[in-house]
């Protein structure tokens, strides 16, 4: 029994990036020439295929420089720290990512083939060389002259302690305009929430201050040119983010404050409704797969729901389960970081020895496991294990729409759909639209399974259904009376 999924996250881990790429003035230059250019092949990653780009060129001393895109993530220019050619083979490393490619190289000079490997993990990657620049192609991500303005803005969240730094797009004339904050989802994301080559903040900004609506996009804390620690933060904290963002946007003299809204993608739509259930300033929430059950049963669901997507075994499946329950029983139990990791380990090595005669089993090394207690041990995770949307939701009073793909594997329909629905109905409001989108997946995208793997390769960055019935919505709320 082969184990794939240790624990499935529901954060996108980005590749980090340093400033200044290496450059190679030890080598034969002469026989490297014979790479220069561009380079791409895939990764397949826990189901999703990311594209890698190897680029080598020379700068005016003949030295090369040798750097690595992703282009699938948005990331480009990530630097290597070392680079070793031999005629017939290359190898290149790049200590921030952890990562090293070493690779054959064919008689033609048109292929590379070999592994990738990132921590301890091994894939294999067969890099082709490419005559042009690789290249995403997204039709809907807006491009200027825009028939709005745009001003970076920066505010402060006294509660943190923070600055942080954003875009204010404004409908041409004297206003005042309604306005929307937009916040994000889980894990890292700056203002236009990009993510895999997409940037869905910056399409949606685009589309509402067309119709007349002032929008907030921001970085999240520690990210872009927002201050702070995100490494360190929950939803909790990312909520006094959003809060400071209304208070900011409630004294801009464009913007009517008796119709402010918040929209939220994922994680940003239990924000929404945390910051809903205790501020009556707002208007009204748009909920973008926002999730109605707690953190443990979305983890729990998505994790089944993908891996049985990709073709897993069921009784992989089912092992998997049963181990992610009881790594989130020590969770609950021992708040003490030490003591749940001793609990955890001993857990893991129990189930090590359950699968040890089964050749196909994957064994965690060593670093594997220190990746993965700082992940479950981490402030976030904790928090979100057992945050219950409900506990909110049924404290909302004001309008509501929430809205899931009915492809959507990380927050599932049908179940949180009817969760949010309940826990309205339990707090008494009415005021309440509850749409599931035919055919969209996480990201509001027209999927064909709805698969993480398939978010980058969809050029579409958000479904124009997904779009106007959204603005549908939201004219209706701030127009009551419109016609």
């Keep these: 029994m082969y184990i794939k999924r240790f624990l499935h996250i529901p954060r996108l881990v980005a590749l980090l990036i340093v400033v200044l790429p290496f450059t190679n003035q030890g080598q034969n230059n002469t026989g490297l020439k014979k790479l220069e250019g561009s380079w791409v092949g895939p990764l397949k990653v826990r189901g999703t295929e990311i594209r890698l780009v190897l680029n080598l060129s020379f700068n005016q001393a003949d030295s090369a420089i040798v750097t690595f895109d992703s282009p699938d993530q948005g990331a480009k220019n990530i630097p290597s720290s070392k680079v070793v050619y031999t005629g017939d083979s290359l190898i290149v490393e790049a200590d921030r990512l952890r990562g090293k490619f070493s690779g054959a190289i064919d008689p033609g000079f048109q292929s590379i083939s070999g592994i990738w490997k990132q921590l301890t993990i091994k894939l294999p990657l067969t890099l082709t060389r490419q005559e042009k620049k690789i290249t995403v192609n997204r039709p809907q991500e807006p491009k200027p ?19 942080l730094a954003g875009t204010l797009t404004l409908p041409e004339g004297p206003g005042p305009f309604p306005a929307v904050i937009l916040i994000t989802g889980s894990g890292a994301q700056n203002r236009d929430e990009e993510l895999l080559g997409h ?44 809060e400071a963002a209304l208070d900011f946007i409630k004294k801009r003299p464009e913007t009517d404050t008796a119709r402010i809204g918040v929209i939220g993608h994922s994680e940003g739509g239990i924000i929404a409704s945390i910051m809903a259930s205790r501020r009556t300033d707002v208007d009204f929430i748009v909920m973008m797969a926002g999730p109605g059950l707690n953190g443990e049963q979305i983890l729990l669901l998505q994790s089944s729901l993908i891996a049985r997507n990709s073709g897993e075994r069921e009784e992989v499946i089912e092992a998997n389960q049963k181990l992610s329950k009881g790594l989130y029983e020590i969770l609950k139990k021992y708040p003490d970081t030490a003591k749940a990791s001793v609990k955890i380990r001993s857990l893991i090595a129990r189930f090590d020895k359950k699968y040890a005669s089964d050749t196909s089993y994957h064994k965690l090394s060593g670093e594997e496991l220190a990746l993965q207690l700082r992940i479950l041990n981490s402030p976030w995770f904790r928090c979100f ?40 109905i339990f707090g008494g409001n009415p005021n309440y639209t509850i749409i599931e989108m035919p055919g969209l997946n996480h990201l509001f995208q027209t999927a064909k399974t709805g698969g993480p793997e398939e978010y980058s390769k969809i050029e579409e960055t958000i479904s124009p259904k997904a779009l106007e019935t959204m603005g549908e919505w939201i004219s209706k709320t701030i127009h009551p009376n419109r016609e």
């Excluded at 002259?145 to 600055?163: C, K, L, S, T």
């Excluded at 909110?392 to 949010?420: F, R």
């Design 145 to 163: 002259p825009f028939p709005y303005h745009q001003e970076e803005v920066f505010f402060h969240n006294p509660v943190a302690g923070i600055d």
């Design 199 to 242: 940037k869905p903040f910056l399409v949606i900004a685009d589309y509402l201050t067309r119709q007349g609506i002032v929008v907030l996009r921001y970085d999240d804390r520690g990210i872009g040119k927002s201050k702070g620690d995100f490494g360190m933060a929950t939803t909790l904290d990312f909520t006094t983010d959003a």
């Design 385 to 424: 294990l057992v945050l219950d949307p409900e506990d909110y939701l049924s404290k909302v009073h004001c309008n509501v729409l929430a809205m899931i793909g009915s492809l959507d594997l990380q927050v599932p329909s049908s179940e949180n759909l009817e969760a949010i629905e309940k826990a309205l």
